[in-house]
């Protein structure tokens, strides 16, 4: 206690100025609301114009106020902007699902698990996944009046139905992504909060576990930083992160992973057998909810014998944990027969037994298949869908500048007198195959389980499914032996961080907020 005292009255100064700039903010929050009411929403009053406006604005002052700390503090700074992000979308989205891909799925399995082990589910839950379809196709929840209502609706029917009902959930490998979900739902029933309430709080938990273990990874960095925070700061990945979904916990997890064994290198230490054991101790939970992405361990078992402990240990410790992630999902495909309809999204004609029996027949026609596919899924043009794509409520601006970050991150986070310099050649070679392979993995599952058999081209696999590597992949594929000043590196990346923050706050004006 003596020491938190201690702290504060040795840092008065800064912590009046920023009370003094949130209640600055207030009145001025006010006066922006009523200029964009009049001139844009027809001098209509809207509470989540406010918060947007209140939560801009303070993302901009504690840029302008803590501008000399921000790049030493940079896993600080990125916690803060990630979290006013959060709570932006949180606050200003309508509480449905049919906001973000499959949050319906999603959310039913977070709110199996919310209520215990028991398989039970309130009908208020069931009632809310039901509308889903009603939400994409009619948009009516978007506006004042349909929120409104929706929001009076689900509250009351929650009230009226408070008895549980057994529906046959299973625990399964992918749920365990959705337990920070699930204990944000529980801490609303346990409070008693109403149902939209406790809602919002699993979205919430899902942005808070991001932004800690975002914010843990970019302080473990030496060179990095810079990507991992544009990369964790891209529109979408907040966008994933503040929703009902299992993709930002995989980037999330795939990155401290990374930076975990980044920070033995960049540091010039001995990779023990304990150190490698906890990274792939993470890479597993990272992937288990989708283990097709087992590649990208591989390149942790190429580094020199000098940088291992005990060299023939450590590969076989990452053999081990591949073969972990390989059989998590290839068990269960041969214990069902591997055959069957593996996904009722992908249509009638989808057949998983059948459609690995027409790869393996005629593999140059797959072969064809797949780089057709690649050539348009890779695209620059296809950018917009991982970096400023909102699902189904749309897609955003100002991609054109997301992807411009993106390539200075990769070669402004450099620098010649890296002391990973000695890095042998298969290590960049390997991440290489780590890559190409976890993106064939991706495309050729979604093939299998998602697209009719025999189809000239995938269905169902989403630019976003690149994500997780990108990560790992630019940090060594991209290496440029530079030498960049500490100042340009500071200046880049405050510029990157708050201007992919201003796109995101933008974008969620223009696609949600300005129709309420």
């Known amino acids: 206690m003596k020491n938190v005292v201690e702290k504060i009255q040795k840092n008065k100064v800064i912590i009046i100025k920023c009370i003094i700039g949130l209640l600055i903010c207030i009145p001025l929050v006010n006066l922006m609301e009523m200029v964009v009411g009049k001139l844009i929403v027809n001098d209509k009053s809207n509470v989540y114009l406010k918060v947007l406006f209140y939560l801009m604005l303070t993302s901009t002052y504690i840029t302008v106020l803590f501008r000399k700390y921000l790049y030493k503090y940079a896993h600080a700074y990125v916690f803060v902007l990630i979290i006013l992000m959060g709570i932006c979308q949180v606050i200003t989205t309508p509480p449905v699902v049919g906001i973000s891909w499959d949050d319906e799925i999603h959310y039913k399995k977070s709110a199996y698990i919310s209520w215990g082990s028991n398989g039970e589910i309130a009908p208020a839950d069931l009632e809310l996944v039901n509308h889903y379809q009603t939400v994409i196709y009619e948009r009516k929840e978007y506006t004042q009046e349909g929120r409104d209502a929706w929001t009076a609706y689900i509250d009351q029917f929650h009230k009226e139905n408070p008895t549980l009902i057994q529906n046959g959930f299973k625990f399964t490998k992918e749920c365990i992504a959705y337990l920070p979900s699930a204990f944000g739902l529980a801490l609303g029933h346990m409070f008693g909060m109403t149902f939209t309430h406790t809602?919002?709080?699993?979205?919430?938990?899902?942005?808070?576990?991001?932004?800690?273990?975002?914010?843990?990874?970019?302080?473990?960095?030496?060179?990095?930083?810079?990507?991992?925070?544009?990369?964790?700061?891209?529109?979408?990945?907040?966008?994933?992160?503040?929703?009902?979904?299992?993709?930002?916990?995989?980037?999330?997890?795939?990155?401290?992973?990374?930076?975990?064994?980044?920070?033995?290198?960049?540091?010039?230490?001995?990779?023990?057998?304990?150190?490698?054991?906890?990274?792939?101790?993470?890479?597993?939970?990272?992937?288990?909810?989708?283990?097709?992405?087992?590649?990208?361990?591989?390149?942790?078992?190429?580094?020199?014998?000098?940088?291992?402990?005990?060299?023939?240990?450590?590969?076989?410790?990452?053999?081990?944990?591949?073969?972990?992630?390989?059989?998590?999902?290839?068990?269960?495909?041969?214990?069902?027969?591997?055959?069957?309809?593996?996904?009722?999204?992908?249509?009638?004609?989808?057949?998983?037994?059948?459609?690995?029996?027409?790869?393996?027949?005629?593999?140059?026609?797959?072969?064809?298949?797949?780089?057709?596919?690649?050539?348009?899924?890779?695209?620059?043009?296809?950018?917009?869908?991982?970096?400023?794509?909102?699902?189904?409520?749309?897609?955003?601006?100002?991609?054109?500048?997301?992807?411009?970050?993106?390539?200075?991150?990769?070669?402004?986070?450099?620098?010649?007198?890296?002391?990973?310099?000695?890095?042998?050649?298969?290590?960049?070679?390997?991440?290489?195959?780590?890559?190409?392979?976890?993106?064939?993995?991706?495309?050729?599952?979604?093939?299998?389980?998602?697209?009719?058999?025999?189809?000239?081209?995938?269905?169902?696999?989403?630019?976003?499914?690149?994500?997780?590597?990108?990560?790992?992949?630019?940090?060594?594929?991209?290496?440029?032996?530079?030498?960049?000043s500490k100042k340009l590196k500071e200046t880049a990346f405050i510029v990157s961080a708050y201007a992919l923050s201003f796109v995101y706050f933008y974008n969620m004006f223009e696609l949600c907020i300005i129709k309420y």
């Open 199 to 484: 809602f919002m709080l699993g979205k919430f938990m899902n942005i808070l576990c991001y932004a800690l273990i975002i914010s843990l990874a970019i302080k473990m960095l030496d060179r990095g930083k810079i990507l991992a925070a544009v990369i964790a700061l891209f529109p979408t990945n907040i966008f994933l992160a503040a929703s009902y979904s299992y993709d930002w916990w995989i980037t999330s997890f795939v990155m401290l992973a990374y930076a975990l064994f980044l920070k033995e290198i960049q540091n010039n230490h001995e990779i023990s057998q304990k150190k490698l054991l906890a990274i792939l101790s993470i890479m597993i939970i990272a992937l288990i909810p989708k283990a097709v992405y087992f590649p990208l361990l591989f390149p942790m078992m190429l580094w020199k014998n000098d940088r291992y402990e005990n060299q023939k240990i450590c590969r076989i410790l990452v053999i081990g944990a591949m073969v972990v992630l390989l059989a998590s999902f290839l068990i269960p495909m041969l214990i069902g027969g591997g055959g069957g309809a593996s996904d009722i999204r992908g249509g009638s004609d989808v057949n998983a037994g059948a459609q690995i029996k027409f790869i393996l027949t005629n593999p140059l026609s797959y072969i064809a298949v797949l780089m057709r596919f690649l050539f348009e899924y890779l695209s620059p043009d296809n950018s917009w869908h991982y970096a400023t794509f909102y699902a189904y409520i749309g897609r955003g601006s100002f991609c054109s500048i997301a992807l411009p970050l993106l390539a200075s991150a990769c070669i402004l986070d450099n620098n010649a007198k890296r002391v990973d310099e000695k890095e042998s050649i298969w290590v960049r070679a390997g991440m290489f195959l780590a890559v190409a392979g976890s993106l064939l993995l991706v495309v050729t599952a979604m093939y299998v389980s998602f697209t009719p058999v025999g189809h000239v081209t995938v269905a169902g696999c989403q630019p976003r499914y690149l994500l997780p590597i990108f990560f790992p992949g630019l940090y060594f594929l991209t290496k440029m032996n530079l030498d960049v």
